[in-house]
């Protein structure tokens, strides 16, 4: 009796017998373990880390089609890389649901903009927020920038605005972050590594 | 982390204190269990709860909040009264036998040069003495008096069994099982490692309690060791990476410091920064600082930066005083702030005393936020009923939120607290109009620079100068921007012993920070990371994990800052002759037939330097050597001294108690009006402290399903004793009020905290897990930073979140 493996779940499922057809040798041809690489079978496989803690564990995410331009590639399944010399394959229970955090309902999709004293957001094109930005910055540095300190001392500094850095951007925004924040002039400047 | 997660397995002994690794860093912690299954390593945890790393070490002790330096006092006074301490590791290695300044004193509870007004030291007599050679004066026979090891025995041998188990409530018989397990590995061929996290972090003394541990891991000779060190496990993926690029208030990347107001002279400002040697015939590393300094000058400015207007120097802002997050929130909430950027960083729940912050952030004008999720601080204006009780009819400050990518929709490196330096792959687009943050950065800023093009207006040099070599000016890529911080030649780089061999070429990017220059020939970014992409590609992005010597290094997995050394400070795992104390764990050895130090490991030495030139293994040091004695570079004192949390349940500080001034960290800065939101034991008479769930992150995971399923409403852990003193059943609804406010959760009845005999009185501690708010797909809750008092440890300014003062009461 040659038994596929649908035709076994089947079996299975319908009742007691599916374990005892096992024992008399009616196994499937392919191992029961391989459920998960049916579903991943024609995912496209991308290296990433970890952005929760710093123990940095290896990922490994699954995600439809192949990154052609013109194709949505969602992400349908994260889980621990086996090659990663520290995690080895595993992930807390946090890492283990980032699926959920990538789509989680609370992503925001759209730039907002909330009024002074109002009650609500606002949706706004990026332009739009940008070039307000942009203006309110500029303003604010040219009305309070220091050139010279009291004493007469070049101090070149813009002390009326600030910024808090993130604690899981990439190093290559960091990076960014600090060269814009400096070269404004700016020292009210921390990441969440201060808290 | 000195070291890194892997190396765990090759101790014989970990101390987890300050941190539940088990919880916060479980595919970390597993380095624990390997080693213990492995090496028959043992786990001791000192913490105020027994936590999940409790729950499976050998021996817990259990310790009352914000106590540790008495603790580990303690213990160094134990190892230095009972000689379990390795003598040839302290002897040639630390500052054991240096020469303190006469003048230096210690008297009830403050070191010499205190100001009480100001609430600072003049840490002028903070010092070695200095003989006419220009060295610092040495007693190799330790007998002098005034070196540091008699200094410092006089010091701790005030921190007896009796005092830390007065101070810290921990039952003497335990404090000593732990001082015993410990003293074990002060032989050559014993290891331990320390692994904390922000239960040290986060107190008024946070850095000093860090320092002690420190200090009982050099006189044990555990530094530089495979298996050993002192291991901070960071909080966040990349707070690692966004530090060693110096997002700081006061950093420049890799660890140089921005000038303050005072320094206006450029030679004068690299002088006082390139250290010159303390000690004869050492390395002295950051005597290279001007060629660190000059090529990130030439990363950020290119051809505007000119020996000339030396390499625009005038162009960098210079310090008036901190400006710190507290600080910052404290001109904010004095009106003196008009606008603030949040980048993935939700301040509203993660700086302490909620109201304050939210006060100060209705007097902004505008604040921009750029994040994944939407942040409590987004917002900050709108009423979210008893969680934020606001009105924003009368908050006048504009609100931009911004959509960012995340982790999943970017290219880019992280650094892990191993200093690995992992590059990842985006797998996905963003979902709707979401933006990279290089992308929102650039359109901020490239419309700024726009304007400043076109209407000109205040010092515009830096802004319209600052280099922006992209192909796309709109999206600076992930890989040019890896390419910049790691550095290239812009003219030829020769070898200095041979001017006519070429290093590297013009256009070429840089093997090493060994090839930059201070003459304008190189540009790199962040000196530290040098070499992360070199012409052999991006180091970052390798995937080998083989081990050829079996002790964990993988050296060609990704690249670790500096130049690709997994254990800093390896030089001193061999005795002065370059011999392992340890072959059986040998990182690196001296082999005299090639002429070099070799091994698995990359040497944190200077490569050909033969043992008997005598350098010494801390090369940063100027004196070659570590220091117990800290000389000028801490706030509050060269030696760390106990001094009780600003919130404690003790009205004096048992090692001074006559002494009010030196009660609480005497140089912990207090605003004014902050002083009076301080509670006391009065009214507030428990003990508080706030800490992480395994089962979530942060404020982040309140938004992910599945984290929001298994940990889905907000609780505090409450001891059994209190809560029959209260009358309170686990799963009742219980209010937590301290001085500035009250958080209202259910209730966990718990045998895990139990109540300490602290200076004769019954102690009990109220634990309270972070991870709610008012926005998420978790039951709302409150911020607990509702409760959390504003002040912050006396180096760092990291706030006191981990020993404060609460009530407690059914609802």
Redesign the interface.
């Given at each position: 009796m040659q038994v596929t493996r649908r035709q076994f779940f089947k079996i299975c499922a319908a009742g007691a017998g599916g374990s005892s057809l096992a024992v008399l040798g009616f196994a499937p041809d392919e191992a029961l373990a391989e459920v998960r690489e049916f579903k991943l079978a024609r995912a496209?496989e991308?290296?990433?880390?970890?952005?929760?803690?710093?123990?940095?564990?290896?990922?490994l995410?699954y995600?439809l089609g192949d990154k052609a331009k013109n194709a949505?590639?969602?992400?349908i399944h994260?889980e621990?890389d086996p090659?990663?010399?520290?995690?080895?394959g595993?992930?807390?229970?946090?890492?283990?649901?980032?699926?959920?955090?990538?789509h989680?309902?609370?992503?925001?999709?759209?730039?907002?903009?909330?009024?002074?004293?109002?009650?609500e957001?606002q949706r706004i094109s990026?332009d739009d927020?940008?070039?307000?930005?942009?203006?309110?910055?500029?303003a604010?540095?040219?009305a309070?920038?220091e050139?010279t300190?009291k004493d007469g001392?070049?101090?070149?500094?813009?002390?009326?605005?600030?910024?808090?850095?993130?604690?899981?951007?990439?190093?290559?925004?960091?990076?960014?972050?600090?060269?814009?924040?400096?070269?404004?002039?700016?020292?009210?400047?921390?990441?969440?590594?201060?808290? | 982390m000195t070291n890194h997660?892997?190396d765990i397995k090759n101790t014989d002994l970990v101390l987890i204190m300050g941190g539940n690794a088990a919880e916060?860093?479980?595919?970390?912690f597993?380095?624990v269990t390997e080693a213990k299954a492995h090496r028959k390593a043992r786990l001791i945890v000192v913490d105020p709860r027994f936590t999940r790393s409790a729950a499976v070490s050998d021996f817990y002790a259990p310790i009352r909040a914000g106590s540790d330096i008495a603790f580990l006092a303690g213990i160094i006074n134990y190892l230095l009264s009972n000689d379990k301490i390795h003598h040839e590791y302290v002897n040639s290695y630390t500052d054991f036998s240096f020469l303190v300044n006469d003048a230096y004193t210690f008297e009830n509870g403050l070191f010499s040069g205190y100001n009480a007004e100001k609430r600072n030291y003049d840490k002028s007599t903070w010092g070695y003495q200095i003989g006419e050679d220009g060295f610092a004066k040495t007693d190799p026979t330790l007998q002098h008096p005034r070196c540091v090891y008699q200094l410092m025995k006089a010091h701790y041998s005030r921190y007896t069994p009796d005092m830390v188990s007065t101070i810290c409530g921990t039952p003497k018989e335990a404090f000593l099982k732990v001082c015993q397990m410990i003293a074990e590995t002060s032989a050559p061929n014993k290891t331990m490692t320390i692994m904390y996290a922000l239960g040290w972090t986060?107190h008024s003394q946070g850095s000093q309690m860090i320092r002690t541990g420190a200090m009982v891991q050099l006189l044990l000779g555990n530094i530089g060791v495979a298996g050993g060190g002192m291991n901070a496990?960071?909080?966040?993926?990349?707070?690692?990476?966004?530090?060693?690029?110096?997002?700081?208030?006061n950093l420049?990347?890799g660890y140089m410091t921005?000038p303050g107001?005072?320094e206006?002279d450029y030679a004068t400002y690299i002088d006082k920064r390139a250290t010159k040697p303390l000690r004869p015939g050492q390395l002295s590393y950051w005597q290279n600082y001007g060629k660190f300094h000059v090529s990130t000058m030439k990363a950020?400015f290119g051809d505007a930066a000119t020996v000339e207007n030396n390499w625009c120097f005038?162009?960098?802002?210079?310090?008036?005083k901190p400006?710190?997050?507290l600080?910052?929130f404290e001109?904010?909430n004095n009106g003196?702030?008009?606008?603030?950027?949040?980048?993935?960083?939700n301040?509203l729940a993660?700086?302490p005393c909620k109201v304050k912050v939210s006060g100060a952030m209705a007097k902004l004008?505008?604040l921009?936020t750029?994040?994944?999720?939407?942040t409590e601080t987004s917002e900050f204006?709108?009423?979210h009923g008893e969680y934020n009780d606001v009105d924003?009819?009368?908050?006048?400050?504009?609100?931009?939120?911004?959509?960012?990518t995340?982790?999943?929709?970017?290219?880019?490196?992280?650094?892990?607290?191993?200093r690995?330096?992992?590059w990842?792959?985006?797998?996905?687009?963003p979902?709707?109009?979401?933006?990279?943050?290089?992308e929102i950065?650039?359109?901020?800023?490239l419309?700024?620079r726009?304007?400043?093009k076109k209407d000109g207006?205040?010092?515009p040099d830096?802004?319209l100068n600052?280099?922006w070599k992209h192909k796309i000016p709109a999206f600076?890529s992930?890989e040019e921007?890896?390419k910049?911080?790691s550095g290239k030649a812009l003219r030829d780089v020769t070898d200095p012993k041979d001017p006519t061999k070429v290093l590297v070429k013009a256009g070429e990017q840089i093997n090493g920070f060994a090839e930059l220059r201070d003459d304008g020939s190189t540009a790199c970014?962040?000196w530290i990371?040098a070499g992360a992409w070199s012409e052999k590609g991006n180091l970052m992005a390798r995937?080998d994990?083989s081990?050829p010597f079996g002790i964990?290094q993988?050296l060609n997995?990704a690249f670790a800052w500096p130049a690709n050394r997994r254990i800093l400070y390896n030089r001193a795992s061999c005795d002065p002759a370059g011999k392992p104390y340890d072959p059986t764990r040998k990182l690196i050895a001296w082999d005299a037939g090639v002429g070099k130090w070799t091994g698995s490991d990359i040497p944190d030495f200077k490569p050909d330097s033969a043992p008997e030139e005598g350098m010494n293994p801390f090369i940063m040091n100027p004196e070659g050597v570590a220091r117990f004695f800290a000389v000028d570079k801490m706030n509050d004192g060269p030696f760390p001294e106990h001094y009780e949390p600003f919130e404690s349940p003790l009205a004096a500080n048992p090692m001074s108690p006559n002494n009010p001034v030196a009660r609480a960290c005497p140089a912990a800065r207090v605003f004014k009006g902050d002083w009076e939101t301080f509670g006391k034991p009065d009214k507030f008479p428990f003990v508080a402290t706030t800490y992480r769930l395994?089962?979530?992150?942060h404020y982040?995971?309140k938004?992910?399903?599945?984290?929001a399923i298994?940990q889905p409403e907000q609780f505090v852990e409450i001891g059994e004793e209190l809560a029959k003193e209260k009358g309170i059943d686990s799963g009742d609804h219980v209010r937590v009020k301290s001085n500035r406010g009250f958080i209202v959760a259910v209730a966990v009845v718990t045998k895990r905290l139990m109540s300490l005999t602290v200076g004769g009185k019954k102690t009990h501690t109220v634990g309270i897990p972070i991870h709610w708010g008012f926005?998420?797909?978790a039951k709302n809750g409150y911020l607990t930073n509702t409760l959390t008092p504003f002040v912050g440890d006396a180096n760092?300014?990291?706030?006191e979140?981990k020993a404060f003062l609460v009530d407690v009461e059914k609802v």
């Open positions: 496209t991308t290296r990433n880390t970890c952005p929760y803690c710093s123990v940095g564990c290896g990922l995410m995600s949505h590639a969602e992400i994260i621990g090659d990663h010399p520290v995690n080895r595993t992930l807390c229970p946090k890492g283990a649901g980032l699926l959920d955090f990538v989680s309902p609370n992503r925001l999709k759209y730039p907002e903009y909330r009024a002074p004293g109002s009650k957001w990026w927020a940008f070039s307000r930005i942009a203006k309110l910055m500029k604010d540095r040219d309070n920038f050139a300190n001392a070049t101090v070149n500094r813009w002390l009326t605005t600030g910024m808090l850095a993130a604690s899981a951007s990439s190093n290559e925004t960091g990076y960014l972050t600090h060269k814009v924040a400096r070269s404004l002039g700016m020292l009210a400047f921390d990441n969440q590594a201060r808290v | 997660w892997v916060a860093h479980p595919c970390g597993k380095w986060q496990l960071r909080g966040h993926s990349n707070i690692q990476g966004l530090t060693d690029l110096g997002l700081l208030s420049l990347p921005l107001e005072k206006l950020w005038d162009w960098l802002p210079k310090l008036d400006h710190d997050i600080q910052v001109d904010m003196q702030v008009n606008g603030y950027v949040c980048q993935g960083f301040p993660s700086a004008k505008f921009v750029i994040d994944p999720l939407a204006w709108q009423n924003p009819a009368k908050i006048q400050t504009e609100v931009f939120r911004l959509p960012s995340c982790f999943a929709e970017e290219d880019g490196s992280l650094v892990n607290s191993g690995w330096l992992q990842h792959w985006k797998g996905t687009e979902p709707g109009d979401a933006k990279s943050d290089q950065l650039a359109g901020i800023f419309k700024i726009d304007l400043y207006g205040a010092f830096p802004v600052l280099t600076p992930p921007l890896a910049e911080f970014g962040c990371f995937r994990n081990d964990g993988t997995w395994t089962e979530h992150f982040w995971t938004h992910v399903k599945s984290s298994i926005l998420g797909v760092t300014q990291t706030p979140f």
